[in-house]
């Protein structure tokens, strides 16, 4: 059974930093790509950042240049570290794993930005 552990939210003051943490176990086939979403409060999930196997990276359309994504294969935890954070990024975050065609989620973690 697969299982997505996030770790790293909390609240944080404006402008600054955080790292979320995502590690998956109990996976018995490759993973393709290891990403993170959000939801803010009102809105839909949307695309934070994705990692490919091979290192592609795909950012969602509303995020730029703060954010970077890394994973490692050896531990199959996949990271996102946020910067210069702003109220806006106030969501709970969750982490995502896709392989064999199939997505898991991880139960998310929330994220509180304050002005």
């Known amino acids: 059974q697969v299982q997505l552990v996030e770790s790293g939210g909390g609240l944080v003051q404006a402008g600054g930093s955080l790292r979320l943490s995502c590690a998956a176990s109990g996976c018995t086939f490759s993973i393709n790509a290891m990403g993170w979403y959000r939801r803010a409060p009102g809105k839909q999930r949307e695309l934070v950042a994705s990692?490919?196997?091979?290192?592609?990276?795909k950012f969602g359309d509303s995020v730029k240049g703060r954010f970077i994504i890394s994973r490692d294969d050896a531990k199959n935890t996949v990271y996102l570290q946020i910067n210069s954070l702003k109220p806006e990024d106030t969501a709970v975050y969750y982490c995502?794993?896709?392989?064999?065609?199939?997505?898991?989620w991880g139960q998310g973690t929330q994220v509180t930005v304050s002005p």
């Open positions: 990692i490919s196997s091979g290192g592609f990276i």
């Open positions: 995502n794993v896709y392989g064999e065609s199939e997505d898991y």
